[in-house]
């Protein structure tokens, strides 16, 4: 519950105002001097202080800068009567959210008392994501020297400084967020908020009252006015996560805010102008979602005016050395464990993994590797990846049709031939003589498939029944 100050010298008025701002359910104290005003502000936070301008003790202007001075965050509206509205203005100046000339209605009151609490929330809100941002150091937080990365990186820095909109592309923990804020950070817009939304997370209805907001009564549930991501991101950067899987219909409303960096809220009337940079990002082919016909493609073209395609980690092993390190390093500290080394071979084991979940799955890797290392050094044992796993997790993710058959055909034979090969007791000519092969092709499948007659595939465990 919200709590007001209100410091009025008419004891009539006083009442009247304490018994309005009760009703509305508000927590109110009161004052009846400027002195007795600024004596309770000190003690106690309130969310807003309603003073009036001409007060005994000290003016209402006094009241103003004593309150911001002891709580910036508090919201102050200003009481007046027409005679003074120069000074009013004066205290707006100073600070003050708003001023109301007597005599006033009491509707009239409550709605502004009511945005000034909207401005004050959304002012925490900006400072939180600010403070959240601050951790953030950029670029340098991006690690990766390989050619491709750097590419990309380059990319960003010359795309930043503008207003551009980017459009993120990779798989899934390609770091497509970190570069969004990386975007934001070395940008003018970085003192403004930034603002993430995911798209794929929220049902559309949800998705189009976050994005947009919503006047009082929209919904039979939306009781209060709701300020939209877009309104908050004022001044900042919006970054719009998963745009592929927004629905349809919403990406006809998006694409007009991109256009004319207007909209309504939802069951408002009055259009709304923002000052708001986009990025948007997304780990699906859009340009197949247009064939598809699931994504628009004006909406499309729209947001990839400057496309930054971040590659998979596969595509750049040469950064996972210093990808693993750099998890190291950080999990040891924040874990408070002595700093540990990666054996040789735990390191040529992440080298030659396929990391289909890319630098995330590393990360999680590393993670868990330094909670089960005792000792000094991770070993292979302590990573929870099998090489065999690789081709069936690529397999699993946007593999075609041709891709998946040849794959199941390898599998097949080569659990035939290893058990054939067990039967034979790894005598090659009699195991291509069952298999009906000459002993050529048989050769190169095992070449093909790493099999080499030796004691790994006469071991039973290894025998596919
Ligand atoms: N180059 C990098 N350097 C350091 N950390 C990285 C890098 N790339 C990704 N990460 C880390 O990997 C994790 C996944 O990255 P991020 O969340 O940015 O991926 P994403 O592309 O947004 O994935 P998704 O599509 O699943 O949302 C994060 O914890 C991020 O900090
Ligand atoms: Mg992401």
């Not at 007060?55 to 309150?67: I, K, M």
């Not at 247009?290 to 496309?307: G, H, M, N, Q, T």
Request: with cysteine; charged share 30%; aromatic share 6%.
């Amino acid at each position: 519950m919200p709590s007001i100050l209100v410091i009025e010298d008419k004891s009539a008025m006083q009442q009247m105002l304490a018994a309005t701002l009760l009703s509305e359910g508000y927590e109110v104290d009161l004052a009846s001097s400027g002195t007795e005003g600024i004596a309770r502000a000190r003690e106690k936070h309130y969310d807003l202080v309603l003073t009036d301008l001409k007060l005994p003790g000290a003016d209402g202007l006094q009241v103003l800068s004593e309150v911001k001075e002891s709580d910036p965050e508090a919201s102050v509206i200003i009481m007046t009567a027409y005679a003074t509205v120069e000074n009013a203005v004066q205290a707006i100046k100073l600070g003050a959210f708003d001023f109301i000339t007597k005599p006033f209605d009491t509707d009239r009151l409550s709605i502004l008392i009511k945005r000034a609490l909207e401005n004050r929330r959304l002012v925490a809100e900006n400072i939180l994501l600010r403070e959240e941002l601050a951790q953030t150091i950029g670029l340098a937080e991006i690690i990766g020297r390989s050619e491709r990365m750097r590419q990309a990186t380059e990319l960003v820095q010359k795309v930043a400084p503008s207003d551009t909109t980017v459009l993120l592309m990779g798989e899934s923990g390609t770091g497509k967020e970190l570069f969004a804020r990386a975007i934001h950070h070395l940008s003018p817009r970085k003192d403004g908020p930034y603002v993430t939304i995911n798209c794929a997370a929220i049902p559309r209805e949800l998705l189009e009252n976050e994005l947009f907001g919503s006047e009082r009564g929209a919904f039979t549930s939306s009781v209060a006015r709701k300020m939209g991501k877009f309104e908050i991101a004022e001044q900042g950067t919006i970054f719009l996560d998963e745009v592929g899987d927004m629905d349809i219909s919403l990406q006809a409303k998006l694409l007009r805010v991109l256009q004319e960096k207007r909209f309504e809220r939802l069951g408002g009337t009055k259009t709304i102008e923002v000052n708001v940079r986009v990025i948007a990002a997304s780990n699906m082919d859009l340009r197949e979602a247009i064939v598809r016909r699931a994504f628009r493609e004006d909406l499309f073209y729209r947001l990839s005016v400057f496309p930054i395609t971040i590659p998979p980690l596969r595509d750049r092993r040469d950064d996972v050395p210093a990808l693993a390190d750099y998890f190291i390093q950080r999990f040891s500290m924040e874990m408070k464990k002595r700093p540990v080394k990666i054996s040789r071979e735990a390191l040529a084991l992440l080298d030659k993994y396929h990391w289909p979940g890319n630098v995330r799955e590393l990360e999680n890797t590393i993670e868990r590797a330094i909670i089960l290392c005792d000792g000094r050094t991770i070993t292979p044992d302590h990573l929870a990846i099998r090489l065999a796993t690789s081709n069936e997790i690529r397999l699993r993710e946007g593999a075609g049709l041709k891709e998946v058959a040849a794959f199941a055909q390898a599998e097949a034979e080569k659990s035939l031939i290893k058990r054939i090969l067990a039967q034979t007791r790894g005598n090659k000519r009699k195991t291509a003589e069952i298999l009906k092969i000459d002993y050529t092709t048989l050769f190169e499948k095992l070449k093909k498939y790493g099999l080499q007659p030796s004691r790994e595939v006469l071991e039973p465990e290894n025998v596919v029944a």
